[in-house]
């Protein structure tokens, strides 16, 4: 490797994923990365280590970033995955966002604990970046992921409740900052918003709407969440003077139940008047539409992330901790528990919210600074290493 130049791992990214929240992560966490080596005065070259979702265009392009993407060979010993990493000096593994935990079954643990594993066997400094740590319900489950935290240089809960959890496990070093996505770009539409009427978005989870993988209420909901949304779609076109906007937030796919634009189709043929927001090919593009709303009520968490962090009010509706985790952590209490309240509740709710829009807008603002604080101090965390790996590579070349 010549000069000062240095290759850093980006585990559980992803450069096309349907799921535009973990494309946010990737384009957010490249952004802060980038300002770091610069302040650290290294070249970096960044590799992209995830799915790749089948038949989606990269989206994450630069000349300084490599895409591997992974298969269930990948994982094989002496596979590509151990391969790339080799070829690594630093990892820095954002899981996903919330993917190292138990609740999605033991097959996406064991790719996560795996792919850990290999960069420590290889003793290149491992980093768990900014994301969800948990839940592991299973106790051998939770050993495990304990003593891979507790081998790793540094692990960083995205959240309060996060981060009281890890402490729980007894991982020792731990750092809270927030969601790297607050730093994500926004590309405004095209097309500008012409109606003098209030926008109101809403983002529909097929993953909710469906009833999870299993289609039997697989996260435990006591909102009967199709139901909700049709209530909720009836009250909000039933007023003059709002223009609705459903905003998918994950792409096209093969699966039903994680196509949130086929299903926002199917609703607005049953709403006349609402307006179905773009197919959008990158995720700066889907926070420049949701940025351009006056109000904005999510049930995707990046999709509520891209609302708070350009000012537009926002109800979350959670159906884990960590909606309640990121955003209460921030001082932001507007979300709405669909695993407690009853539908009509929750219907109630967002609409209350939307009445205090104003206040909540100016929430949005205090919030986003909180969040670029406190990554502001993962960033400086990463100058910090990037420097120490550097001088590590320039005492080990010829």
Known sequence: MAGSEITV?????SANSGNLGVGALTVSHLAILREAAAAADVRVRFVILGWLDPGSPIYVRADDVEVVGLTSRAFLPFGRLQRAIRACDLVLDIGGGDSFAD???????????????????????????PQTIGPFNR??????????MNRSRMTFARDALSLAYAKDLGVRRLGEASDVAFRLPAT?????????????GLNVS?????????????????????????????????????EVHLVPHV????????DDEALCRRLAEAHPGVVVAPSFSHPSEAKGYIAALDFFAGARMHACIAALSSGVPVAPLAYSRKFGGLFGSLGYDATIDLK??????????????????AALALEAGQVRERALQRLG??????????????????????
């Open 377 to 398: 101090g993962y960033q400086h965390f990463l100058v910090d290493l990037l420097g120490e790996v550097k001088g590590r590579h320039a005492s080990t070349s010829p």
């Open 251 to 258: 792409l096209p796919s093969d699966s039903e139940v994680e």
């Open 139 to 148: 106790r051998l489950l939770r050993s495990i992921a304990t003593f891979l």
């Open 340 to 357: 407690t309240e009853t539908t009509q509740s929750a219907c109630d709710k967002v609409l209350d919210a939307f009445e205090r829009r």
């Open 9 to 13: 791992g980006l585990l559980w990214h």
């Open 103 to 129: 609740i999605y079954g033991w097959r996406r643990f064991t790719y996560f604990c795996l792919s850990k594993s290999y960069a420590l066997a290889a003793r290149r400094p491992l980093v768990q970046s």
């Open 206 to 242: 097929a993953l909710l709407y469906f009833g999870g993988y299993n289609r039997s209420n697989m996260f435990g909901l006591s909102v009967d969440f199709a139901e909700f949304v049709d209530l909720l779609l009836t009250e909000l076109t039933s007023r003059e003077d709002l």
């Open 188 to 200: 405004p539409p095209e097309t500008a918003f012409n109606s003098a009427k209030v926008k109101v």
